[in-house]
Structures are given as C-alpha cells and as structure tokens.
C-alpha cells in the first residue's frame, strides 16, 4: 500500500525580548494539539483525520531562537501542556512555561539589578545577565524521564537560531579594475547561525553541517545552550555571548555558500564567536526555513508550493512583534533620542516587508503568521486589539514581562488562545482543494471539520484538526485586577529606585575608575556628579521613564 502523504511544517519564531512567554503558548498548544490528534490515530478513534503533519524545522532569533531550542530539547521528555486547570507543580514541570513564564522569580528585574556580575574592572552589560545562565541550564539539562519522539517531530528534527557575529566573515567580491591588488573588493558579513539537528542511534550523521545534538546523553547540549544564549544577547542591555563550534560545521553548512563559496575548508580548527542578539541582523528567518523544507520535500516546486492545490508544506511564523514594538512618541531629549536611535536601526535591520505581506496574503499557502489578538468590552460592543498592544510583556520595548510575572502569564494564555484560533479558523485548506494529503486524510469528514467563511461563505478544512476536548474558548486568567488584563502599580515601580540606584552607581564607578584613574581633577568631579545627581537621574529620569511606558501601554494600576 502506497504510504500516506505527509504534509511538513517549517516553524519560524521572531525576535520578542520578554514576550517570548507569547510565543511559547503558541508553542504548548500547538504540541498539545498534534499529541491529541496523534494519540486518537493510533487509538484509531473514529470520526478522525488521517493524514499526517511533521514538524522538520524550528528555528528563530533571540527570544525564538531560545525557544526553539527549549522545544527541541523538550521533545522527548514527559510533561503535559499548561491550562487554566494546571496545578503549580505540573506548570513547574513543562519546559516552555517554567522557561518563560515562572523563569528564575516572579520579579526578574529585580535580579537584573543585582550587581554581582560587575567585577572590578569590567561591566559586560547594562542588567546582570545570569538569570538566563540559570534558565537555560534548567531548561536544556539532561532529560531523565525520557519518552519516544513524538510522529508528528521530524526523526532528524532541526533547530537553529540566528546570531549576529561581532567579528563576522570577511569575503570578497571581484570587480573589474585596472589595477590588479584592487580587483578584489573586500567585504564582511556579522550574519551567522547555529545550526543543530536531534542525533537518534538509527540514524547516523552526515555531513550537512547541522551540529548533532542528543539532550539525554549530552552530546553538544552545551553548544546548543550556549547558541540560546548568544541568540538572546539584546546589544548592551544584557551580555554577549561566546560560542564555540567545530570547523567542520561551518565548512559543511551551505547557508554560508554566498560567504564561502565552494570552499570546504574555510575553518581547520574550533572556531569561537562572540555573539549579540541574533534579531539584529535577522530577526525572522523565514528563508532559511523554506530553503530545508525544499530540501526535505524531494518534489516541492516553488510555485506549487504556495498553491492550496498543490502545496505539501508551509512555514508559521510566530511574531509578538509584527508592526513593532509601539512605544512610538515625539519626545525629543537626549534619553528617547538614543532609544529611538536604537530603536531604529534595530527596525530597519530586521526589516523584511515583503515577507510580512506575503504571510498576511490569504491566496499563498507557503506561509501564515500567528501574531497577538485580543478583544476587550467597550461600552456594548467589542474592540479588537492587536500587535504589541495586545500583549502586557509588549511595553519598554518587549522588557515589561520582566517586571512582573502575571505580565507573563497573561501572554502565555493569549499565545494558546491565538494558536487554538489560527488552528480552527487560519491554517486551513478549501474544502474543495484536490490536494492528496486533505483529499484522503478528511475522507467522509469533510461536513464534521469544514468551517465557513462568514464573509465569503466558502468552506476550509483545517491542516491541524482540533477536537472538542482541546478547545478552550476564549479565556483567560483572572489577575488581582479582577479582570483579564494585568498591572502594575506605581508603588512598585518606585521600589526599583534603590537597586537600580546602586546598579548605575556600581557601573560608573567600575567605568569611570578605568578611564579617568589617571585623572586628578576629574575623579572629584565624579565624585560630585555622583552624590548630587545620581538619586535625581534615577528618580525622575528612569523610573519616570518607566511610569510613563507602563501607563501609555495600559498596564499602570490606576
């Protein structure tokens, strides 16, 4: 009997600081959903679809990229996906949501204060940057209880994250020139990737430049945890990482043929980076996912690809951030001119219109987009919010879930929410499609699945089924507001003051002793700069600043 024809999923997660606790709800409720359709096939439970759907590819930058490897290395273990229901115990024991949402304490920015990362001569970043060293070590340990890799994960399940490369790749390109020595023109490129894919005894490596990991013997486990950091490194804010890797991958891997050329040999030893936050340079990898899953889908023709008729694979986005991060004033002080110029030059580097518009365009079936939505009463009828301001982790610039954990939670339990709807209603085929895989996978069930569009009335099925026991509806938690929507209060943002005091201070002593020790008249000037203005620039520069994002963003408790 000729095997089933599997549809393949390509899952690109984009760049969102703290907001990365919406992307892995979108990731929990995705797994739960391809478990439960899983598990009713191989109970062969009637009235179920039988086609089947693999995930081949994960990958990301900064937040996505630490959340595609936490998935990967998830893969086989044993923990149940986080509900409303969820005791705290069971919440602690599934990886995406211990990760994201309970991370290292409810209050992480206070860690982020703490100054004993700052030695006496160096300051590596502006916050202390260790509780992601704890996160990742819990995160990526050894698994213990492990289980078999679930059917709808790819048995050679790849993963990478982006990295922006402070060192780069220096190449060169030729150009016609009467003067020979001047015919090569020389350049360098700071985008680089780190690449893995899931090592299983049956399989053996070959040499495709994707570093083998295996999570419960420990083979490059490290090397994977230090890429999840490195991708997260956000420029100055937290600290740049380093990350070793063998020549040989980066010689074999063929993202770098536009740098290398043909040239296997490139790299004859251990190459080590240092890394800042992979979104800088390519925060939504889409292309790099599309380019393995035409590896992986030996007939795929790129125009039939994004034809419902004729497609056997897709890429998902998942972007907290589609239209930016929202903090948009005209104020013009030296403070949000910097921020703005951040702001910026990050916008602009991660740029890719064209990408987002073909995601949004409902007739190309090689790509969707899951972003935030929410809905809120105002008066009687209901309001539609999406993008950033739709989730409480979108204020600060995607910093704000650090200062409170119910700003995690609620994005978390919007992510799943947003997943079950893009399910049920998004990721669809028409229902009239002659495509094989939906053909024969909704033989005799087109009527149970179909949903209608209500402006068109036209009818799709969905390429994920969702069942009644795994819809949830639209809810979330109630938070101490009494309402579904969390905050802060001004009273405990003003408790900041004293840590984020001593921090500025630890670092401008540590910097200012650096440079001016050979200074006589200057260091008492410091010295004055410090008692005098310190507590004013704390006070009512930064925790201001803060106040007036919480507020603009809806979260300050009034």
């Not at 089947?52 to 996906?81: D, H, L, Q, W, Y």
């Not at 982020?112 to 060293?133: E, G, P, Q, R």
């Not at 069930?445 to 009335?457: C, I, P």
């Not at 001593?502 to 200074?519: E, T």
């Amino acid at each position: 009997m000729e095997p089933k024809p599997t549809f393949k999923i390509g899952l690109c997660m984009a760049g969102a600081v703290s907001a990365g606790a919406y992307t892995a709800g979108v990731v929990d409720y995705l797994l739960e959903a391809l478990n439960h359709w899983e598990e009713r096939k191989r109970n062969s439970v009637p009235g179920t679809p039988t086609h089947n759907v693999v995930i081949e590819i994960i990958g990301g930058a900064s937040a996505g990229g630490m959340t595609a490897v936490i998935a990967a290395a998830s893969a086989c273990k044993r923990f149940k996906p986080v509900t409303l229901n969820s005791t705290a115990e069971e919440r602690a024991k599934n990886p995406l949501y211990d990760s994201w949402v309970n991370m290292t304490s409810n209050d992480v920015f206070l860690e982020m204060l703490n100054t004993d990362d700052i030695d006496d001569k160096n300051v590596y970043s502006l916050m202390n940057s260790l509780f992601i060293d704890k996160i990742a070590e819990k995160a990526l340990a050894p698994t213990t209880d492990k289980q078999d890799l679930p059917k709808f994960l790819s048995p050679d399940l790849k993963f990478f994250t982006t990295l922006t490369n402070t060192q780069g790749f220096e190449y060169s390109a030729g150009f016609n020139s009467g003067n020979e020595e001047e015919s090569s023109y020389k350049l360098k490129t700071h985008r680089d990737f780190a690449c893995f894919k899931l090592q299983n005894d049956d399989s053996p490596f070959v040499n495709d430049g994707w570093i083998p990991v295996d999570f419960s013997t420990g083979l490059n486990s490290r090397v994977a945890m230090d890429a999840a950091m490195s991708t997260g490194a956000f420029p100055v804010g937290l600290k740049a990482r380093k990350l070793v890797r063998e020549g040989e991958y980066l010689n074999q891997l063929d993202w770098y043929a536009d740098v290398f050329g043909k040239k296997k040999d490139a790299f004859t030893k251990s190459y080590t980076s240092l890394n800042i936050d992979g979104g800088v340079i390519d925060n939504e990898p889409f292309e790099l996912i599309r380019k393995e899953l035409a590896k992986s889908c030996k007939s795929c023709n790129e125009i039939e690809e994004t034809s419902f008729d004729h497609f056997s694979s897709t890429t998902i986005m998942v972007d907290p951030f589609p239209l930016g991060s929202g903090d948009a004033n005209d104020e013009s002080d030296i403070v949000s001119i910097i921020g703005k110029t951040i702001g910026v030059m990050l916008d602009e580097s991660r740029s890719k219109p064209s990408l987002i518009y073909e995601a949004l365009d409902a007739s190309n079936a090689s790509r969707f987009l899951i972003s935030p939505v929410r809905y809120v009463m105002n008066g009687s009828s209901e309001e539609k919010i999406s993008g950033s301001t739709a989730i409480a982790c979108g204020a600060i610039g995607g910093f704000s879930g650090f200062f409170s954990k119910e700003f995690r939670v609620h994005d978390f339990f919007l992510g799943r929410l947003n997943c079950e709807k893009f399910l049920r209603d998004y990721l669809t085929v028409p229902a009239d499609s002659s495509n094989r895989i939906f053909t024969e996978g909704y033989a005799d069930l087109v009527d149970s699945f179909a949903v209608t569009d209500k402006k068109t009335g036209k009818k799709y099925l969905p390429i994920i089924p969702v069942f009644p026991e795994v819809t949830y509806g639209y809810s979330l938690p109630v938070f101490k507001t009494n309402s579904n929507w969390p905050s802060i209060s001004e009273k405990k943002v003003e408790l900041f003051s004293s840590p984020l005091k001593s921090r500025i201070d630890k670092i401008f002593c540590v910097l200012m002793s650096r440079y001016l020790s050979s200074s006589v008249w200057l260091k008492p000037l410091f010295w004055i700069i410090r008692r005098s203005f310190l507590n004013a620039i704390v006070k009512n520069m930064v925790i201001n600043k803060l106040l007036s994002a919480f507020e603009s963003h809806g979260l300050l408790a009034k």
